[in-house]
């Protein structure tokens, strides 16, 4: 196996500092800049920079209009995986190398910035590690911040299917079950995802995937 369970495990003891800096700021309300591959790349500059102020909703939605864009597990997700073993394995430099050529491929995996601190800090550049986990905070509030998921209405809008099993798992902390993809009636795509959580709880959660559904229909040359 890669490491997956442990992967969920690193991820849950990370949430409590994630879910704190959701909590720091209130939303305001701004305009919403086209996303592109120009406004990825700027975002992506000034994040490596340590700038923490920048749009990570806008930097979110600009990695699908990338050429690089995976919204299901691919190259991206392997590099990923191969970082998080190997951070495992007390490897942080091939970790670091790993986690890096990830990033490049897409910046907006907030798991990547997590290995890369954790990673960063053991060298002990103390600047890389905070720049990471503010860039991995900063996404995960984009994420949270995107819709509730009770219903079709207040779905979390999702880039990547990997997002979607995050909130489930590692937000919700429940054990996955079913996964159902709903033609809405208001001309929507959505994935409702079931799961039960550690109290035996039943949940089930809506995500609004028209991203990840166009990007489908495109790479199989269909009408948008």
């Known amino acids: 196996m890669l490491g997956v369970k442990n992967m969920a495990t690193c991820l849950?003891?990370?949430?409590?500092?994630?879910?704190?800096?959701?909590?720091?700021?209130?939303?305001?309300?701004i305009a919403?800049?086209?996303?592109?591959?120009?406004?990825?790349?700027a975002l992506v500059a000034k994040a490596?920079?340590?700038?923490t102020t920048i749009d990570?909703?806008?930097?979110?939605?600009?990695?699908?209009?990338?050429?690089?864009?995976?919204?299901y597990p691919g190259s991206a997700i392997e590099l990923m995986l191969k970082a998080f073993n190997a951070m495992q394995a007390k490897d942080c430099p091939a970790?670091?190398?790993?986690?890096?050529?990830?990033?490049?491929?897409?910046?907006?995996?907030?798991?990547?910035?997590?290995?890369?601190a954790d990673c960063l800090e053991k060298t002990g550049d103390t600047a890389g590690r905070d720049r990471e986990l503010a860039t991995s905070a900063g996404l995960v509030k984009a994420l949270l911040a995107s819709g509730v998921g009770k219903s079709p209405l207040t779905a979390y809008k999702v880039v990547t299917i990997s997002e979607e099993y995050f909130i489930l798992e590692a937000y919700y902390g429940a054990h996955r079950g079913s996964q159902s993809l709903i033609n809405g009636e208001d001309g929507h795509m959505y994935d409702c995802l079931t799961g039960t959580t550690a109290k035996g709880e039943e949940i089930a959660l809506y995500f609004n995937i028209d991203t990840i559904f166009g990007a489908e229909r495109k790479m199989f040359g269909l009408s948008q």
């Open 32 to 41: 919403a800049p086209e996303p592109s591959q120009a406004l990825y790349d």
């Open 48 to 51: 490596e920079s340590g700038d």
């Open 95 to 116: 970790a670091i190398d790993s986690a890096r050529a990830s990033l490049k491929l897409n910046y907006v995996d907030f798991r990547v910035h997590e290995i890369l």
């Open 12 to 29: 849950r003891l990370c949430l409590a500092f994630l879910l704190g800096c959701f909590l720091l700021s209130g939303a305001r309300a």
């Open 56 to 71: 990570y909703a806008a930097l979110r939605l600009s990695y699908t209009r990338t050429d690089h864009y995976e919204p």
